[in-house]
């Protein structure tokens, strides 16, 4: 979110204050750190770590602040796995809210989005955001679906697939369980999460009807070589130990213009993603001229991610 | 000297705590700076005075609480950084068929569109018109197309073999190899419809900015449109505790004890006992017959 430099939101102590004592820190932390032994604060300087403990939630910082902690999320993968990344903030777009809809007659649960999101999203190699549902044919009960299915051909006779990840859904009930509010809707629709702010208490996976939210139990498992270096903060920058994290409908793409990884990698076309309050865009389309449904719609969460099937 | 800085570290982090806890202490600031974070635009119109006033009838709150966006109409913003490729189309300003669909660039085939390969021969040899098996050198055109147009479906419904080659429509009309979905849409029209507006194929490059498609042949090979079962990427991690039996039944299909499928419940129940190998042990285990069951008898 963009912030305003005079919308400075003091939490009891002037802002000049907390940034001066905050400096006396990082200086007597550097000199801190040039003498310690190089790996004490888990390879990072004493002044980042400083910086990390008193770092605000995302949405209470100043620009600056925020620039600040970009920069610092650059040097500490840079440390940690040897990769220029460039990290980024860009704003959500003005009149934009994204949803998405899935054609189920297309998927043919070939697993591509899976993967591609889990390359795009640097995420820990034993996590994936999306789950395709393995289910029979006349049923609609999620329970009897499979998403190990593990097959030499797919589709398979008798099945239909059902990709399901977070519905980015209107009224969240997982922003709602937060204590921290390290969770929230941004204004184009994009449910996020602070991962810095978030204390790991996984209130938000409990309370998560479609099991999209995803813990980290270790800090992931990250092949250098194949991290993506174009990264946001609220989006796919590489995650701290014990936080939760869940698709984005990719940040770093889709508020440039670009498709998420997903719909980019799917082969049969199933899926579409577009701004649901411009009228020509495809998925106004779908929603005006399909019978669309969306999953549990009668928890009254309000996804953002419709189904729909060929006529 | 590593104590020494440990020390220094925990005094500082020490006064640092009691200053955060200080600056949480005052709601009032809190509360004002959740107030100015929902910043979803749009939300003065929404009279929430009206709304308590209701008493009698039952009030639903809108979703998204306090910050309700108002749908404004959409406007693309001019210049998108998404760095589209430029691929030499001209845009189509309109499907002539359908109405109002929005204006789509078809994204060219990476073949060279001046290479027919039909006509290297035939502008010599003359095309046998005859509908058969086809034979060397035909035989990599096996045409799997059309559940319904067997037989009656030949190399010359699409093909035009006169001049350089290239594509004609039923009524003769001749097409670029990239008009292909011109041709397509004859006989496919519902799928034309979906495409023209966007609810059928890929929209590529991004979602803003110009409206690049892809054309029907990119996704289906014209000769055998159906898509073949592949084998599928690796799925998620069974986590521990959740690995399936060597036996697994999906839950809506095992055999319910209630349903009067006792003896074949029975028997899935033995097939699964005996894991590390059947030999004696686990021949013990098994229930002899109207022992288990002696009630019903």
Known sequence: MAKDPDDKRDSGLSDSARRSFLKGLALTGGAGAAMAAGGAWGGNTLSDTFADFFQQHYQRMTEDEILDTVARIERKAKRRYGVELQCENTPPQKGVVFGYAINVSKCRGYRDCVHACVKENNLSRDTQYIRVIEMDRDDTDLHHGDHYYDRAEVPADGKYYLPMQCMHCDNPPCVKACPVEATWTEPDGIVVVDYDWCIGCRYCMTACPYQARHFNWGAPDLPPEEINTQTHYLGNRPRPKGVVEKCHFCVQRTRKGRQPACQEACPTGARIFGNLLDPNSEIRYVLEHKAVFRMKEDLGTEPKFWYFRDE | ?297
């Open chain 2, 1 to 297: 000297m590593s104590n020494l800085a440990c020390r220094l570290v925990l005094c500082l982090l020490a006064c640092t705590l009691g200053f955060q806890s200080a600056g949480a202490a005052d709601p009032s600031a809190e509360n004002k700076a959740a107030e100015a974070d929902v910043d979803l635009g749009g939300s003065d119109d929404w009279d929430w005075g009206a709304v308590s006033a209701m008493d009698d009838a039952p009030v639903i709150a809108p979703s998204a609480g306090a910050g309700r966006r108002a749908l404004e109409e959409y406007v693309p913003p001019a210049e998108v950084e998404n760095a589209l490729p430029d691929f030499d189309v001209p845009p189509r300003e309109a499907y002539a068929i359908f109405d109002g669909v929005p204006p789509f660039e078809v994204i060219p085939s990476q073949r060279d569109p001046g290479m027919h390969p039909c006509s290297n021969c035939h502008q010599w040899v003359k095309s046998n018109l005859e509908v058969r098996d086809l034979k060397r050198p035909h035989d990599r055109f096996k045409l799997e197309h059309g559940l319904h147009g067997k037989g009656k479906f030949w190399c010359f419904t699409c093909h035009d073999l006169e001049g350089a080659g290239g594509l004609k429509t039923l009524e003769g009309e001749k097409l670029e190899f990239n008009d292909a979905y011109l041709l397509c849409s004859q006989c496919h029209s519902r799928q034309a419809r979906d495409w023209a507006y966007g609810a059928h194929g890929k929209r590529v490059s991004g979602w803003q900015g110009k409206r690049q498609v892809l054309n029907c042949t990119a996704c289906h090979y014209q000769h055998r449109p159906a898509f073949k079962p592949r084998q599928p990427k690796p799925g998620p991690n069974i986590r521990m505790g959740l690995e399936r039996p060597a036996h697994w039944v999906a839950r809506g299909q095992r055999p319910s004890p209630d349903h009067g499928n006792h003896e074949s419940w029975k028997e899935a129940q033995h097939e699964l006992e005996p894991v590390g190998g059947q030999d004696a042990e686990a021949d013990d285990r098994v229930i002899p017959k109207g022992q288990g069951d002696g009630e019903r008898s």
